[in-house]
DNA sequence: TTCAGCAATGTCGACGTCGTCAATTGAAAT
DNA sequence: ATTTCAATTGACGACGTCGACATTGCTGAA
């Protein structure tokens, strides 16, 4: 491979020369820049990352880990946001992930110690409470769509889950629902409360009665392999006799079973009921017909911020503490109507 | 950072000796061992990779760049299997993804020779046709997902798109439909004739006319912004007087839409209609109630052979030409039945 | 006893780059 | 003409690691 002598040898000046060209660094003859740089393109050379590296002691790599996340499909748009970051910015990124496995977190954060990376977007499932095993010599860590346990401080940047509950709520409300079915994700995600809490918090704000409000669990069991009671329980809600008018699911991928129950049913969306998803995880939510009203989780934003503040505590202007947290915008579609009414109306969001 | 010398000096060693040691090379007494090990776990000792790297021009990191493949959901598969692979390989992977920008894609390159990584897993949408902007100086490739150009000359790994849509087909064909509609994949992709030749095969060789083969284009334009007729598509055929019974869609989200439209004419699947998808994409196909029969893209074991491949090119062990294909297998679940027969067969494929 | 032979360990330099500092040049100031 | 100073360029070493080779010390054979 080329090296900067190379270069040196085939300009006539010395290494350092080339090396002052390669680095824009001023004092330099116009005329030595020119031939210096006839030569890079010749030769065809490229700096040696890892030699300027070791003695910068600066990598400009920042690594990412994912939990099991990695086999959602959420997890892409994160991981999109941060390299486009790290592209504008003239970093790399570091892959691994861990699929939840202590030992392989392990020796991921080993390896990450090896190349000497400048810091580490942990990226966890959904919402997640997580605990980087950063070790005893620590790497800026930035944690992404989770946040740590108690008695842990890391920098973190979420989602609004809450908000973005309460908005959609709202959304319906004013639709004129009043009776109102639920479906929960697993419990044990931490987004799955703060919806469920916010969707609580709305509806009685909005002057709904608990009894009207139709609350069932949608899945329960291990994170990635949970049991699945999404399309049984749509069923059942929409058979009653006094069923609801407006249908909200813990995420678009439980809209989905709930607009094919409700379909088999021969009920129409929106006509006859209105569905609502969370996420707007695209292939669902545009996928489905009519296209679903959904909550918009800023992925794409998380992962760009993400790597935004982690460069800051890369270059200790960032705080250790920092909690951002990213507002979630209702995006109306067709599959949420005005109740008995079928006529579309514009969309709220900002597609 | 701490380096070897550090622990040299702590184990009362020199630099060398360390080195043997984090090397498990021979000769070295059980005593120094044990002396040095001390030391490394006192400081927590890691061996800069960088450092290493220079010296011995193998970075053992891979690099993965991904165009708007990026986008989908697909990709995660085939990056979670090269992970998968670096990981249990002792390599790490260096991500990038272009989007389809060409200047993206000439930076992204430049960056990984910066980098001096072994290889690049090239992994492109679907199965597009790709020429890799390698350069002058060329890194070892191997196109994931797709294949060269012609004249162009690089190793490659597919999923057998002709041979899954065959038995796909004759899946079909063996529940006894005879009348069967076709909803075609956007004809940009290469998958997209292969599987609609393959389907127009398999029905010759089954012996069904052309006539009763109904085909109709289910989306088109540019990849990543394609106008959708899927579900205008689907309805209009199942409303036909003799509509088909079995109904194949290019892939699952396509498949998705099929639902929508069968459900919402009444009809259900599959005592009514038998729908099919390609890809077994698991949100939807396992989110589809009933469970969508479906073909399986090996798109983890893609990137998992796809990143041995590499491997053994950088090695000087493989060939520049190999084009492997791994097959597709038919995944049956409850969406297909036979011809006017409402009872759910055992699964044939491999879950 | 002497020495070949080998195991165990150390010294030194090179990898590619860039920071430090010195050397050289030319022009402006005296 | 001499001095001063800034601009330009180069020589050298250090970063962390490991390969090549040297050194030390011990074993066993002659």
Redesign the pocket.
Known sequence: ????????RVA?????????V??G?????????EKVQLAIADLG????????S????RTNIIGIITDFISTTPYSGDIVRGVQDWAGANGRTVLLANTDGDPTRETNVWRTFKAHRIDGVLYVAMYHRVVVPAAGEVSIPTVLVNSHPEDGYVYPSIEPDDFGGSYALTEHLIALGHRRIGYIRLNPLLLGANQRLDAFLTAAQAGGIAESDLVIRLGMEGPVGRETNYVYREALDMLSMPDRPTALVCGNDEMALQAYLAALSLGLRVPDDITIVGFDDFRTVSLGLKPELTTVALPYYDLGWQGANMLDQLVHGKGSETERRILKCLVVARQSSARRGDATPRQAIGSF
Chains 1, 2 share one sequence.
């Open positions: 491979m080329v090296s900067i002598k190379d270069v040196a006539g000046v010395s290494d350092k020369t080339v090396s002052r390669v680095n660094e001023p004092n330099v003859t116009a005329d030595t820049i050379y490229i700096p040696n990352l890892a030699a300027r070791i003695r910068s002691n």
